[in-house]
């Protein structure tokens, strides 16, 4: 279901989720590190069970969330396969549907860790030996899908085609956007500059530029760009460098990657 770098201080993983498990590579793909198989209730027809969700946290952690709602936390060695399940996070009640990692330099008392699940619940992490709960922002009928975190600012896209920022400190809501007409799949964040890349359902990709007011501190967010992908629903987008100078889109039933 998902696919994602997760880069280390001391090494970079392949890793991969899907109906059955976690599995973690080397950062060619020749070899597996490790194999995580998902716990299959008895009674599981009337629920998918999944994992979703990947982020590299904390120096040495890699966390992947689950179709339960529990973030599982593994401990990567600077190398070698012995990899453990350190700690487990069940603060969620939903799927989780995304997580995300400080990019850049979170301020005081802002959490360093973002979760995201299908309620549209958001929960901010400290990380460390011990992962800390800091705060949850709460859903609103709606879920979402993605997230980023970038110098203590939370931005989340949601299935209504709202992009929204909050405070990672405060949890605080800073601003909102009706940023596309359909569902949002991707968000990304280039973190040399705070450009924030949006793709959504309605086949269009949008370029933002995330901000700091530097007299107020409010957090401002600047619209740069608007590509539409013509005839087709952007189920993926990235930026491919990180200033953010070029991303890739691809979308649902298309089998080629489109740069711009």
Known sequence: SQ??????PARVLLVL????????YDSDGSTMVFWHALDVPEHSAAHSVFARGIAAAGGHFVCVGTSSGAVLVFDIPPKGTNVTLNEVLEQHRDPITDIAAEQ???????????????????????TGDEFTLLGQIPGSG????????????????YGNGQIRL??????????????????IYALDLAP????????????????????????????????CHAECVT??????????????DTFAVTGYDLSEILCY
């Not at 989720?17 to 973690?24: I, K, N």
């Not at 709606?142 to 896209?157: E, F, K, Q, R």
């Not at 005839?231 to 953010?244: E, I, L, N, S």
Request: one cysteine or more; glycine letters at 12%.
């Open 3 to 8: 696919a994602a770098w997760c880069v280390l």
């Open 17 to 24: 989720t899907s109906q059955r498990g976690v599995q973690m």
């Open 104 to 126: 850049g330099q979170a301020p005081d008392g802002a959490g360093d860790l973002v979760t995201a699940d299908d309620s549209g619940t958001l929960c901010l992490w400290s």
């Open 142 to 157: 709606s879920t979402c899908s993605s997230v980023t975190l970038w110098n203590g600012i939370v931005a989340a896209g």
């Open 166 to 183: 909050w405070e990672a400190g405060s949890g605080r809501i800073c601003a909102q956007v009706s940023a596309h007409a359909r569902w």
């Open 192 to 223: 040399l500059t705070g450009k924030l890349l949006s793709g959504a359902e309605d086949s269009f990709v949008h370029v933002w530029k995330l901000s700091r007011n530097p007299d107020t501190d409010d957090i401002e967010i600047q619209h």
């Open 231 to 244: 005839d087709t629903q952007v189920c993926g987008a990235r930026f491919c460098d990180p200033a953010g």
